[in-house]
């Protein structure tokens, strides 16, 4: 069973507007949400992350957003840039730096 | 670079051979997690370590798979007997336990191909 979901296996987005990249999670013993970009033949990259006590983390051009009633939270990139085209990974853990349980990802292409 | 680092990048072997791959996590950091990534997947959890303690290993993690992490710095792991369905990249994390919620800072990865 997927406790973690990303819907949408691909996004396209044109350069300056926002990618907004969503995920669905069901067990709600997780507590920590965060986000992962990757390239292809690297490691995840660590993006941005945000804790069920919140509702909204912002770090530059990156906003997460949780809505835990919904077991949802998407990740908002504002303005997107061609360099942001990569795969990325919602995960979620039940804190206390325990293993992360990751989506399938999804392709983000900003076209210029 | 002081960030996570494995070794090797790359490593093609036949069905049936023994393999072993090192990951050195970041030098303050006291949790190393393996996970595994196939084509189309996102990382799956193999096995983690507080230190040199190993605290979980996954049910993906097969009597064929052993990790250690000797003096709670670099860690290993073995595939034993490869078989074709190991083929995959094997990815290390690292992360520092102070409580709450952490990020995990992964290495580049060893991609594993089993002819």
């Known amino acids: 069973d997927q406790q973690v979901k990303q819907n949408s296996p691909s996004l396209s987005v044109q350069e300056g507007r926002i990618s907004i990249l969503n995920c669905d999670y069901t067990?709600?013993?997780?507590?920590?949400f965060l986000w992962y970009k990757k390239y292809p033949a690297e490691g995840p990259t660590f993006l941005i992350s945000i804790s069920s006590i919140k509702d909204k983390n912002e770090d530059g051009r990156f906003t997460v957003f949780l809505n835990k009633s919904a077991k949802h939270l998407s990740l908002h990139i504002v303005p997107s840039q061609p360099g942001d085209s990569a795969v990325y990974f919602c995960a979620a853990s039940k804190g206390g730096n325990t293993p992360l349980v990751f989506g399938k990802g999804t392709r983000l292409s900003v076209i210029a | 670079d002081t960030g996570v680092s494995q070794d090797p990048r790359h490593k093609i072997t036949k069905r049936g051979q023994n393999v072993t791959f090192r990951c050195d996590p970041i030098s303050e950091h006291n949790r190393l997690y393996w996970y595994r990534q196939t084509l189309g997947q996102g990382p799956e959890f193999l096995t983690y370590f507080q230190n040199e303690a190993q605290l979980e290993k996954s049910r993906l993690l097969s009597d064929r798979f052993s990790a250690e992490r000797p003096k709670g710095s670099f860690s290993t792991l073995e595939i034993q007997r490869t078989e074709q369905g190991d083929s995959a990249m094997y990815l290390c994390?690292?992360?520092?336990?102070?409580?709450?919620?952490?990020?995990?800072?992964f290495g580049p990865g060893t991609r594993l191909t089993v002819l």
């Open positions: 994390a690292s992360s520092s336990y102070i409580g709450g919620g952490s990020e995990q800072f």
């Open positions: 067990n709600s013993m997780f507590d920590y």
